[in-house]
């Protein structure tokens, strides 16, 4: 394509995203970035999945974001780095731990984690602290997750049947999910304090109790041809309306109701080109704030955001209501032909409609999306 | 010391002020309904005026009312085809969000009185040396399309009728600090010796498709009034020497400003102010009249934003009482 024609593609993305948009900030890191995690209302984490040495930095929101009003007196509009670090391996999962300024990551090729400090105001290192060791072979990595507790814990695991919660400081296992599935983990994550949710890339997915070392409640794998299945759980604060998300790399979404395992609740087919094939191509999540809304990202070089709530029992075709062209289209610049991928996005967890979302071409963008008028 | 000689005003206005002041060329059709929640601030035209009435800047007796900008001196610049299009609504999906407005009879309308009121302001400009439009600065629109807020290329219509309607072809320099290029203007006069433009503009920002004026300015993101003011002052004195117009056009864009949520400079209400002055007193004090439009500006705080369009008139009001007007 012709330099001008480029050009022209922008400009229209560009007067087109001026509706779309309430806000739009684009930012380009010198490496790509797998991980997007919340450390506070204005800060995230990313960090690099190369072979060989890798920086992890702490990144504050543009200002211009952030203000709600007398955004005229914001200049900034930029992200900028708070905190920065090098780890020696990739860093596939990255988590926050609550309540404190440490972050625990592991590189994707092992279940053994990596403890950091993200440093305060008067050090702007972030320090490796420490490890922990994992008890199992694996080869696709550990999922993390953490609840606000006292003292600090993290629960993290590559297989059902290796997931435990460990005690930060003294490295000792406070629990131990009751579980024998060898099937990779493909999310792992808090609905309540101290109840959780792990499922498997097989779809199938169970409910336990840290607290409990009862047997967890299970729902198996949707029937059909053997995919990729990706999950999240709405984290409620009363279990009863905690609500779980299934995605078949083949675009199936499968919508149940903690109280029902066994049952669905709603289903569509969302369109698909090309099916992943990677666990860590997609990312799938619930809104933390727009109720019966979920994102996806990884079918596509866009992120997509679907509402269920005029999905019905009976599969049936469904369209998004918005989605991100941000980093397909900015890419064009460059002479590449094939469209950056998105490695990850995140919903900002108390503003509505802001999302993050980062591409294999280093690119972040933090985007306020405006609601589509519905017909 | 201003040009005079057989001037048809293409314009009657509706109320002849009976003062002498500088001229305010306003028009309460300046504004249509647009959706809700849409980004363009519409609003800030009946503010701007409103300011400098309530500042006591000017009084209601500076206004001058323009007329609807007719088809015919659309088509100086426009194509018929074009025209028809707009006028009645035919205007795709496509085209309509590449201009980024929905079209409805609002919009043609107000863009066609926005029109006029430039014609209108280069008219009086001839006449008494100063004049400033409350709108204006439609420059992305090209002959046959409109993009980026930009429907009809008020500044090219003005430029080309004013260029024609003396006996001998009048010399035209407009003159365009908004942030963004003016892309359309430079494209519709690019093989036009009669009329020079000028665009000072923000290198990364829309539009990314650049053309070619006869003297482009590309600055980086940024940049601040000290160093702005002298790129501005390191050409506008040798074009006025060397290119000798009769009549400039200026688009006074504050979008420069760095609270502008799509600008990328650092300019202050101060300095945009000093240089205002400095483009009309430099002009005015060579004998040349200059006419000037509003530009560009995004806020969504319209009354900040209109008191910055402000700034051009309450720059224009020093000039005359400075030069004796």
């Known amino acids: 394509m012709e330099a001008a024609e480029i050009d022209d593609i922008l400009d229209d993305w560009f007067i087109e995203s001026l509706k779309s948009y309430k806000d739009l900030h684009v930012y380009q890191l010198e490496h790509p970035t797998q991980v997007l995690e919340w450390t506070s209302r204005k800060t995230v984490c990313v960090a690099g999945y190369s072979s060989s040495r890798n920086e992890m930095l702490e990144l504050r929101l543009p200002l211009k974001l952030l203000a709600d009003e007398n955004k005229g007196l914001c200049a900034e509009r930029d992200f900028k780095v708070v905190h920065g670090g090098f780890s020696e391996g990739p860093i596939c999962c990255l988590r926050h731990i609550p309540g404190t300024r440490c972050v625990v990551t592991n590189d994707g090729q092992s279940s053994d984690l990596q403890l950091w400090d993200l440093g305060g105001d008067d050090c702007d290192v972030i320090r490796r602290t420490g490890s922990i060791q994992g008890r199992s072979v694996s080869h696709t990595g550990s999922r993390i997750a953490a609840q606000r507790s006292t003292p600090p814990q993290v629960l993290h695991g590559a297989q059902s049947s290796n997931v435990q919660l460990t005690h930060l400081g003294t490295g000792e296992t406070l629990y131990k999910l009751e579980a024998d599935s060898e099937d990779p983990l493909s999310c792992l994550k808090f609905v309540g304090d101290t109840v959780f949710l792990a499922s498997c890339c097989n779809g199938s997915f169970c409910i336990a109790d840290t607290r409990t070392s009862a047997a967890p409640q299970v729902s198996p794998a949707p029937s059909g041809e053997s995919v990729l299945w990706w999950t999240d759980a709405s984290a409620a604060p009363q279990q009863a309306c905690c609500k779980v998300i299934r995605l078949s790399s083949s675009g199936q979404a499968l919508v149940s109701d903690l109280r029902n395992l066994g049952g669905t609740v709603c289903k569509a087919q969302l369109g698909i080109q090309t099916p992943p094939c990677k666990l860590e191509d997609v990312t799938v999540l619930w809104a933390p704030a727009l109720d019966g809304c979920f994102s996806v990202s990884g079918f596509s070089g866009l992120v997509q955001i679907y509402d269920t709530s005029g999905w019905r029992t009976e599969l049936q075709d469904t369209q998004p209501l918005f989605q991100h062209c941000g980093h397909a289209v900015s890419s064009q610049h460059t002479d590449d032909s094939v469209p950056p991928a998105i490695t990850s996005h995140v919903w900002h967890p108390e503003r509505l409609r802001t999302l993050l979302s980062a591409a294999s071409d280093g690119s972040i963008h933090v985007w306020d999306w405006v609601e589509p008028e519905r017909n | ?325």
């Open chain 2, 1 to 325: 010391m201003f040009p005079c000689g057989s001037m048809d005003l293409l314009f009657t206005p509706q109320v002849r002020p009976e003062s002498s002041g500088l001229a305010i060329i306003h028009h309460s059709m300046y504004v249509c309904e647009l959706p809700a929640n849409h980004r363009f601030p519409m609003a800030k035209f009946p503010r701007v005026l409103h300011f400098l009435l309530q500042d006591q800047v000017i009084t209601e007796k500076q206004v001058w009312v323009p007329e609807i900008a007719s088809k015919e001196l659309l088509s100086g610049v426009h194509t018929e085809g074009y025209l028809n299009n707009f006028i009645s609504g035919r205007i795709d999906e496509k085209e309509q969000r590449r201009t980024g407005f929905p079209w409805s009879k609002g919009i043609v309308r107000r863009c066609r009185y926005e029109t006029g009121g430039t014609v209108l302001a280069a008219e009086v400009a001839l006449q008494r040396g100063l004049a400033c439009s409350t709108a204006g600065g439609t420059h992305h629109a090209f002959p046959s399309y409109g993009s980026g807020f930009c429907l009809l290329n008020d500044l090219a219509v003005a430029g080309k009728y004013l260029m024609n309607s003396s006996s001998r072809n009048r010399k035209v320099l407009i003159v365009d600090l908004d942030v963004h290029q003016g892309d359309g203007t430079a494209f519709i006069f690019k093989d036009e010796p009669s009329v020079f433009t000028f665009s000072v503009h923000c290198g990364k920002n829309f539009p990314l498709h650049k053309q070619q004026s006869d003297l482009d300015i590309s600055i980086e993101d940024g940049l601040e009034d000290k160093e702005y003011l002298f790129t501005v002052a390191d050409h506008l004195p040798w074009l006025m020497e060397s290119f000798r117009p009769d009549l400039v056009l200026y688009d006074a864009g504050i979008d420069p400003h760095w609270e502008d949520e799509l600008g990328r400079l650092r300019l202050t209400d101060q300095g945009l102010y000093q240089r205002d002055f400095y483009v009309m007193k430099t002009v005015v004090s060579r004998g040349v009249p200059i006419a000037t439009v509003i530009g560009g500006g995004y806020s969504k705080d319209i009354d900040k934003l209109a008191r910055r369009h402000s700034i051009v008139h309450r720059a224009a009001t020093q000039v005359w009482r400075e030069c004796g007007m």
